[in-house]
């Protein structure tokens, strides 16, 4: 039961450093109850979610809620990516950002469950995050109070473990050394090496250890799109497919990559992260694509599907033009099914093929490079000709004209 005397506020709650430090500022300093909401996307075991709740308990909450946000993450987000193989600056497939705008939109709808005054998250001033979220809250929930403890204050990582110590709270501090976001759609690993413009993440920063060194191939089944099954097991759903190819492809080490990228705040922003699965999917699924779609079907999705991915990385989740985006990626994928097979390696990849019954490349129409069925050599003289008439015209006219 909510006090009548306390102020209550919702936050966003990961267990980790920065979240656990809002806790007790917010209670012991800020005299609120604060109700904490984790939003799983992905990223938590049910066992890691029961440590997270009993942490959150013991810091001091009010109450604690864990929504599974995993299906609904990859319906409304991840599977738009996919269908416009997006990747931030060639790089980077939007592991934190698409996944920060779930648990945003989930974090308001707790608050105005709740009939909060305040909603809290804690991300620093120096980050993407933080823009994210409050204009999803003021979106959202307008006139609730957002309370940033660790872009108020200015904290840095040190200031965070000193207070947290002086409160008697019992952490792995060394873990905390490295911010590490872990999603469905990828992890991102932030440290001391990522400060700077140069640096490299040490071998046990990243979550997922190599551990495989020979090399095995894999089927992966899409149907209009989207992943329906891995080495001919179906799935019920993209986002358990998703999971189960990590469990294959992450003890490789592939997908590991430094995002250099721009911050929404307008500063450079350098970040590791480790997407072995969406980096596989992306790269399979655009194969398949450049199989069954046409020319022009493939330019105009390059150029939706990159400013949908610049949009969304700049939380613009909730713009219509995101609506609009979507339905035409959602139309693009009609013939985009069929399997894709990829040979995996340590550290790298490679697709091998595609079978599919809408394959352009199908041989009943001809072989590149070698012989056509659908039309003669005398019909590409005068096509030749046509298709360059009027360049021929403005050169000729040039011509003339120089005298």
């Given at each position: 039961?909510?006090?009548?005397?306390?102020?209550?506020?919702?936050?966003?709650?990961?267990?980790?450093?920065?979240?656990?430090?809002?806790?007790?500022?917010?209670?012991?300093?800020?005299?609120?109850?604060?109700?904490?909401?984790?939003?799983?996307?992905?990223?938590?075991?049910?066992?890691?979610?029961?440590?997270?709740?009993?942490?959150?308990?013991?810091?001091?909450?009010?109450?604690?809620?864990?929504?599974?946000?995993?299906?609904?993450?990859?319906?409304?987000?991840?599977?738009?990516?996919?269908?416009?193989?997006?990747?931030?600056?060639?790089?980077?497939?939007?592991?934190?950002?698409?996944?920060?705008?779930?648990?945003?939109?989930?974090?308001a709808e707790h608050a105005k469950k709740l009939n909060a005054t305040a909603v809290a998250h804690g991300s620093t001033g120096a980050g993407n995050d933080q823009v994210r979220f409050d204009m999803i809250f003021h979106i959202m929930i307008p006139g609730v109070e957002i309370i940033t403890p660790i872009r108020d204050l200015k904290l840095s990582r040190e200031?965070?473990?000193?207070?947290?110590?002086?409160?008697?709270?019992?952490?792995?501090?060394?873990?905390?050394?490295?911010?590490?976001?872990?999603?469905?759609?990828?992890?991102?690993?932030?440290?001391?090496?990522?400060?700077?413009?140069?640096?490299?993440?040490?071998?046990?920063?990243?979550?997922?250890?190599?551990?495989?060194?020979?090399?095995?191939?894999?089927?992966?089944?899409?149907?209009?799109?989207?992943?329906?099954?891995?080495?001919?097991?179906?799935?019920?759903?993209?986002?358990?497919?998703?999971?189960?190819?990590?469990?294959?492809?992450?003890?490789?080490?592939?997908?590991?990559?430094?995002?250099?990228?721009?911050?929404?705040?307008?500063?450079?922003?350098?970040?590791?992260?480790?997407?072995?699965?969406?980096?596989?999917?992306?790269?399979?699924?655009?194969?398949?694509?450049?199989?069954?779609?046409?020319?022009?079907?493939?330019?105009?999705?390059?150029?939706?599907?990159?400013?949908?991915?610049?949009?969304?990385?700049?939380?613009?989740?909730l713009d219509p033009v995101m609506r609009d985006i979507e339905a035409y990626l959602t139309n693009s994928q009609q013939n985009v099914t069929g399997d894709v097979f990829v040979q995996l390696l340590p550290y790298r990849f490679q697709i091998i093929?595609?079978?599919?019954?809408?394959?352009?490349?199908?041989?009943?129409?001809?072989?590149?490079?070698?012989?056509?069925?659908?039309?003669?050599?005398?019909?590409?003289?005068?096509?030749?000709?046509?298709?360059?008439?009027?360049?021929?015209?403005?050169?000729?006219?040039?011509?003339?004209?120089?005298?």
């Amino acid at each position: 039961m909510m006090s009548e005397t306390r102020k209550q506020i919702v936050l966003g709650f990961s267990g980790g450093l920065d979240t656990s430090y809002c806790v007790k500022y917010l209670t012991d300093d800020r005299g609120f109850d604060v109700h904490s909401i984790i939003v799983n996307t992905g990223g938590f075991s049910e066992e890691e979610l029961k440590q997270i709740e009993a942490h959150a308990y013991k810091l001091g909450v009010k109450t604690h809620v864990t929504i599974n946000a995993v299906e609904d993450y990859y319906d409304s987000i991840i599977k738009y990516l996919i269908y416009g193989n997006v990747l931030k600056n060639n790089t980077y497939p939007l592991s934190v950002s698409a996944e920060r705008l779930s648990q945003a939109l989930h974090i308001a709808e707790h608050a105005k469950k709740l009939n909060a005054t305040a909603v809290a998250h804690g991300s620093t001033g120096a980050g993407n995050d933080q823009v994210r979220f409050d204009m999803i809250f003021h979106i959202m929930i307008p006139g609730v109070e957002i309370i940033t403890p660790i872009r108020d204050l200015k904290l840095s990582r040190e200031e965070e473990i000193a207070y947290l110590k002086s409160k008697n709270v019992d952490m792995n501090f060394e873990k905390s050394m490295y911010s590490i976001n872990k999603g469905l759609w990828g992890t991102s690993v932030g440290g001391k090496e990522t400060l700077n413009s140069k640096g490299i993440l040490p071998e046990s920063a990243w979550p997922t250890q190599v551990t495989k060194t020979d090399t095995e191939e894999v089927k992966l089944t899409f149907a209009k799109g989207e992943l329906k099954a891995i080495n001919g097991q179906a799935f019920s759903h993209p986002s358990l497919a998703i999971q189960h190819l990590q469990t294959i492809v992450g003890g490789y080490g592939i997908g590991r990559d430094i995002h250099v990228g721009d911050t929404i705040i307008g500063i450079k922003g350098r970040v590791g992260f480790e997407a072995a699965a969406p980096m596989v999917i992306l790269k399979a699924h655009h194969a398949l694509e450049k199989h069954v779609l046409t020319k022009w079907q493939l330019n105009w999705k390059d150029q939706l599907a990159q400013f949908y991915g610049n949009w969304l990385h700049e939380g613009q989740i909730l713009d219509p033009v995101m609506r609009d985006i979507e339905a035409y990626l959602t139309n693009s994928q009609q013939n985009v099914t069929g399997d894709v097979f990829v040979q995996l390696l340590p550290y790298r990849f490679q697709i091998i093929g595609i079978e599919s019954n809408y394959d352009l490349m199908s041989a009943k129409f001809g072989k590149y490079g070698e012989m056509n069925t659908g039309f003669t050599g005398d019909d590409v003289r005068g096509f030749s000709k046509i298709f360059g008439n009027q360049t021929s015209i403005w050169n000729k006219v040039k011509e003339s004209n120089k005298a």
